[in-house]
């Protein structure tokens, strides 16, 4: 009997081949039908019966296989019953369009008054075969396959809302995974890997599902996201055919990465508040962005963002080729943002390459590298900057003098740097400066005081303590 069930999945499976055979010629017999309306090509009419002969044979033998592929399981049972009867209709329909494009005798029966239909009966197999192949590729694929890879304004126009993770009253009261981490696997992997759809045999629909792992074995190592194959999946670079989400579905945020990171580092908790964790300092303006369901920087949302020309294909491949991290901070959106993180020697020249990408970065991490204030004399002409790390380098107050065109500057880390008093006047000339971070800088009390009351809404961080390392700092993507 085991091998008897075997042998039903192997025919089972050779549904997902022939399935192509009826679709592709009943679709071209209706083309030829609508030609053949007009007089010259009527040539194309007597080929008809031969073609949807064709169709309906080849749509019976895929329903039949689809029925025993469905037999294996492991699909969404509502999802599944659309897809089975309606593959069953569009076979029925596809005979009686071959019944009523058949060559017959004028006399041949009350059935032959039907056929001035006959011609509508084809079309209404044409929205078949559409509709069932929809529900086919949702069952495949999972939820918004074909919807998803429809541009952000086309999709709005059909009425489907972008998704957006719930906004928390109090973060730190919140539950870590089931208010934190749950909405970010639910919006952004279920589709995939949920209750409806397993593939890879990983599903993320609840906690146990996720530590029973898939068919690549253990999905997380609570305690080392380094070492978790959920992570490594979500940092693989851009057009690698394991990163996930695929190519085609809706990117996961950097923030919501470094959540997911933060969780596992943590022993990936099940019933623990925020409020119970341990928060680096990297890690807390992304969870009080959850208040507000913004930017952690406190500005704009980044689906606000303008609609830009992509960046310089040349200039990301030479910065990729040096090791140099870059991710696109929103769906549909050309912004990026740059991390040397696994690029310590990164240097003057370095920055002047990164001056090629203009407009699009807002985001520029630099720490602990070689970059001093000469190169910023090329960072301060990236106009949208928002975000930028030169904590642990060489920078002084000189170079500050060279982002006073970064207007849109919202968080700059000056963390063990050169920068003095004189340089931390400057940074109250920057409008748009929200958080500065001085620890270990040559900057006295009287500097800090001085900027503190130039610009009364900006948060200053002068530590007096150490700040944690991130297990993701020290991470080779």
């Known amino acids: 009997m085991e091998s008897n069930g075997d042998f039903l999945l192997f025919l089972g499976r050779w549904h997902l081949v022939l399935v192509h055979f009826p679709i592709g010629m009943l679709v071209l017999a209706f083309l030829f039908a609508l030609l053949g309306r007009w007089k010259r090509y009527a040539v194309l009419n007597p080929v008809l019966p031969f073609m949807l002969l064709f169709g309906a044979t080849f749509a019976i033998i895929a329903s039949i296989a689809g029925y025993l592929l469905s037999l294996s399981g492991g699909y969404d049972s509502q999802t599944l019953s659309f897809h089975q009867w309606l593959g069953i209709s569009a076979a029925v329909v596809s005979v009686l369009c071959w019944a009523l494009y058949r060559e017959r005798p004028a006399t041949a029966g009350g059935f032959a008054k039907f056929r001035k239909y006959r011609?509508?009966?084809?079309?209404?197999?044409?929205?078949?075969l559409c509709i069932t192949g929809h529900f086919g590729g949702t069952l495949t694929h999972g939820k918004g396959?074909?919807?998803?890879?429809?541009?952000?304004?086309?999709?709005?126009?059909?009425?489907?809302?972008?998704?957006?993770?719930?906004?928390?009253?109090?973060?730190?009261?919140?539950?870590?995974?089931?208010?934190?981490?749950?909405?970010i696997f639910q919006q952004r992997c279920q589709s995939c890997h949920g209750p409806k759809k397993t593939e890879g045999d990983l599903a993320l629909h609840t906690l146990d599902m996720l530590m029973k792992g898939g068919e690549s074995g253990a999905a997380l190592t609570p305690g080392a996201a380094d070492q978790s194959e959920l992570y490594k999946r979500l940092v693989l670079p851009v057009g690698d055919e394991k990163r996930m989400p695929p190519k085609g579905r809706t990117p996961i945020s950097a923030d919501q990465i470094e959540l997911i990171a933060w969780w596992i580092d943590a022993g990936a908790p099940a019933d623990k508040k925020v409020s119970e964790l341990e928060q680096p300092e990297a890690i807390q303006p992304i969870l009080l962005a959850l208040e507000g369901g913004g930017d952690p920087s406190g500005g704009d949302p980044l689906d606000s963002l303008a609609d830009i020309p992509p960046p310089n294909t040349e200039t990301v491949e030479k910065l990729l080729a040096k090791g140099l991290k870059i991710i696109k901070l929103?769906?549909?959106?050309?912004?990026?943002?740059?991390?040397?993180?696994?690029?310590?020697?990164?240097?003057?020249?370095?920055?002047?390459?990164?001056?090629?990408?203009?407009?699009?970065?807002?985001?520029?991490?630099?720490?602990?590298?070689?970059?001093?204030?000469?190169?910023?004399?090329?960072?301060?002409?990236?106009?949208?900057?928002?975000?930028?790390?030169?904590?642990?380098?060489?920078?002084?107050?000189?170079?500050?003098?060279?982002?006073?065109?970064?207007?849109?500057?919202?968080?700059?880390?000056?963390?063990?740097?050169?920068?003095?008093?004189?340089?931390?006047?400057?940074?109250?000339?920057?409008?748009?400066?929200?958080?500065?971070?001085?620890?270990?800088?040559?900057?006295?009390?009287?500097?800090?005081?001085a900027l503190a009351r130039s610009n009364t809404e900006l948060n200053i961080d002068t530590g007096s303590y150490q700040l944690p390392a991130l297990p993701t700092d020290t991470m080779v993507y």
């Open 145 to 183: 396959f074909f919807l998803d890879a429809l541009p952000e304004r086309v999709r709005l126009f059909f009425g489907q809302q972008p998704e957006e993770l719930p906004v928390l009253a109090n973060v730190q009261e919140a539950m870590v995974y089931s208010d934190v981490i749950q909405p």
């Open 330 to 449: 929103a769906e549909n959106k050309n912004q990026i943002s740059i991390s040397a993180i696994n690029y310590s020697a990164f240097n003057d020249a370095d920055a002047q390459l990164v001056a090629e990408l203009g407009e699009n970065v807002l985001q520029l991490k630099l720490g602990d590298t070689q970059i001093t204030d000469e190169g910023l004399q090329y960072i301060g002409k990236l106009t949208q900057l928002q975000q930028l790390h030169v904590e642990n380098t060489s920078v002084s107050s000189a170079g500050l003098q060279y982002l006073q065109s970064c207007d849109k500057l919202r968080y700059l880390n000056l963390v063990n740097t050169e920068v003095t008093d004189e340089g931390v006047a400057l940074l109250g000339k920057l409008p748009a400066l929200q958080d500065v971070y001085l620890y270990q800088a040559p900057v006295s009390a009287a500097g800090i005081a």
């Open 119 to 128: 011609f509508g009966v084809l079309s209404l197999l044409v929205v078949l």
